[in-house]
């Protein structure tokens, strides 16, 4: 064979070479990955290129299985990769596949930082308290432990609730919702320690039983209102004027249950008795079985009947009826 003839068989070859190559598809896949969602392509793993678009396409989206969690990592071997692939059902005969022995899957991930999620949950709580409370009255502070959070690449949205409320005796639950590109992720549960100080009204010296409070009775103490009992008091001007109902002791927290309004009828005093029949006002003399506030319902005897009827304090001389069979039948 001539030198010519060889030299053209071999243009020839090079040419069904170079025109197979050019129709054919071309796979390439990494030794290592990063992806991203909750299953793997083979457009995520590979690059796919090729004259055939529709071909190269119906390649990408074939399924690999499912994707490592966000920050974790698995290892695809060449031979799981080949039966994936062969399960598909897509013609590969005129592929050419560069694939490795091994190839690590990596779930692509970002980090929130603990940081962030303990400041959402602080400016939850002092949302939920409101304006009205000074910033430095209420101290609020982390108790767990801090610990960041790898979620999904996207766009990151948090959310805090409360779902329990704001505690001042135990921790106080916040919980964290966290989405990325608006589909929900994971939930994050943070405790918080929260101290509420509060301007209260103590004890300025000792006021007996039924002592009628002054102004000299009466101070504030900036206390942790989470470690006193329910009911304190923080404006002391609603104390002067009412009546001491048990001994309180220097320092000690007045509350509601501590106080009462002045006694103004006294148990034996002599009172004016009204009640209504109908349009009728009548009136009569009663003697006061027990001691009375102002707007207190308490037995009275009507001294001409000799009957105990119940009537309502008006004042320190006057009592009226409540209702006047009701009264008659007692």
């Known amino acids: 064979m001539s030198k010519r003839v060889c030299l053209l068989i071999l243009f020839q070859i090079c040419l069904f070479i170079s025109s197979a190559f050019a129709e054919g598809t071309r796979v390439v896949i990494d030794e290592?990955?990063?992806?991203?969602?909750?299953?793997?392509?083979?457009?995520?793993?590979?690059?796919?290129?090729?004259?055939?678009?529709?071909?190269?396409?119906?390649?990408?989206?074939?399924?690999?299985?499912d994707a490592p969690v966000p920050g974790s990592s698995f290892v695809l071997t060449k031979e799981v990769i080949n039966m994936r692939l062969a399960a598909a059902g897509i013609d590969l005969t005129r592929v050419m596949w560069i694939i490795p022995d091994r190839v690590t899957v990596i779930g692509d991930s970002q980090v929130i930082n603990a940081q962030t999620l303990i400041d959402k949950g602080i400016n939850a709580i002092r949302d939920q308290v409101g304006p009205n409370v000074k910033y430095d009255d209420l101290h609020i502070f982390y108790v767990g432990r801090e610990k960041d959070v790898t979620v999904p690449v996207g766009t990151?949205?948090?959310s805090a609730s409360l779902p329990y409320g704001i505690r001042y005796n135990t921790p106080t639950t916040v919980m964290i919702s966290i989405s990325v590109d608006g589909q929900a992720v994971t939930k994050v549960g943070l405790r918080f320690k929260v101290n509420l100080y509060r301007q209260v009204t103590v004890a300025a010296r000792q006021v007996n039983a039924r002592e009628i409070f002054t102004e000299d009775d009466l101070r504030y103490e900036r206390m942790d209102t989470g470690q006193i009992a329910a009911g304190f008091i923080t404006d002391k001007n609603k104390i002067l004027g009412l009546m001491a109902r048990r001994l309180i002791t220097p320092?000690?927290?007045?509350?509601?249950?501590?106080?009462?309004?002045?006694?103004?009828?006294?148990?034996?005093?002599?009172?004016?008795?009204?009640?209504?029949?109908?349009?009728?006002?009548?009136?009569?003399?009663?003697?006061?079985?027990?001691?009375?506030?102002?707007?207190?319902?308490?037995?009275?005897?009507?001294v001409s009947s000799n009957k105990i009827v119940l009537g309502k304090v008006i004042d320190e001389d006057k009592v009226q009826v409540v209702t006047y069979k009701s009264a008659s039948a007692s």
């Not at 290592?32 to 004259?51: E, K, M, P």
């Open 251 to 302: 320092g000690m927290v007045i509350s509601d249950s501590m106080v009462n309004k002045p006694v103004i009828v006294k148990r034996g005093n002599m009172v004016t008795l009204t009640a209504f029949i109908g349009n009728i006002e009548v009136i009569a003399s009663g003697q006061a079985m027990q001691d009375g506030y102002e707007n207190q319902l308490i037995r009275i005897k009507n």
């Open 32 to 65: 290592q990955v990063r992806v991203n969602g909750a299953t793997i392509s083979l457009g995520q793993v590979a690059t796919i290129s090729g004259d055939d678009e529709e071909n190269n396409q119906k390649l990408r989206q074939v399924k690999m299985g």
């Open 156 to 158: 990151v949205a948090l």
